[in-house]
């Protein structure tokens, strides 16, 4: 079966524009992350949807930054009016999580942006 | 705050030693710690988890190891090899909740 499945693989913008990024996860999973990681550093936690639950947005930087979840599935992570600090690699990953707390992550090769 | 750390930045051995990556974490107790391997350019791939009723765990030539006393985890690669070059990170688990460390960029040297 398919992996998670992210895109664009790589996104160019200037400062200032919006972008969506795009997450597939692998069908039937429940829990959906999204994760942001900079050059050389670890990953930043931005958001967590877990089933029907509203999502976790602990992690998101600013408002500038949101994410959904259409029908359980498909995630779009939204970020307005473009910093340079905003230029990393975001990363989304899905685990099935029915009262298995300790399943692993399956992480997509994520979106390397780049705000100009 | 609860933090999880992974100390060393980068780690550089000798082909055929074994390599040990320490995780250490604060302010709480996780159930649970996975690691994981990154290749540049790609996402995380999952290796291993322990629980923290189990003080070990091995797949191949991995070895994990969980101290609740000190609140670390160990992390072992045995008989390295290059293609063992990558970057580990510990996460710590909750029902809700992935956190990760920061990662150790192993390089193994023929």
């Known amino acids: 079966g398919a992996g998670v499945s992210q895109s664009p693989s790589n996104k160019v913008t200037e400062k200032g524009k919006d972008v969506e990024l795009r997450c597939d996860p692998i069908?039937?999973?429940?829990?959906l992350y999204w994760y942001r990681q900079s050059l050389g550093q670890g990953l930043e936690f931005l958001i967590y949807f877990q089933g029907n639950s509203a999502p976790d947005k602990s992690g998101l930087p600013s408002d500038r930054f949101s994410a959904e979840r259409t029908g359980g599935s498909v995630s779009t992570l939204t970020i307005q009016r473009t910093q340079q600090e905003d230029s990393a690699v975001y990363l989304c990953a899905s685990r099935y999580q029915q009262g298995t707390v300790g399943s692993p992550l399956h992480f997509g090769n994520g979106t390397r942006l780049t705000v100009t | 705050s609860q933090k999880i750390e992974q100390n060393s930045e980068a780690l550089n051995i000798q082909e055929g030693k074994t390599a040990t990556l320490t995780c250490n974490y604060t302010n709480y107790s996780p159930a649970y710690l996975q690691w994981y391997r990154q290749d540049p350019g790609r996402g995380p791939v999952f290796l291993l988890l322990?629980?923290?009723?189990?003080k070990e765990k091995r797949k191949e030539r991995l070895k994990v190891t969980f101290d609740t006393t000190l609140k670390q985890s160990l992390f072992h690669i045995t008989a390295s090899q290059p293609a063992d070059s990558a970057t580990y990170l510990c996460a710590r688990v909750s029902a809700n909740d992935m956190r990760f460390g920061a990662g150790t960029r192993l390089t193994v040297k023929p």
């Open positions: 069908s039937g999973h429940t829990a």
């Open positions: 322990i629980r923290e009723n189990e």
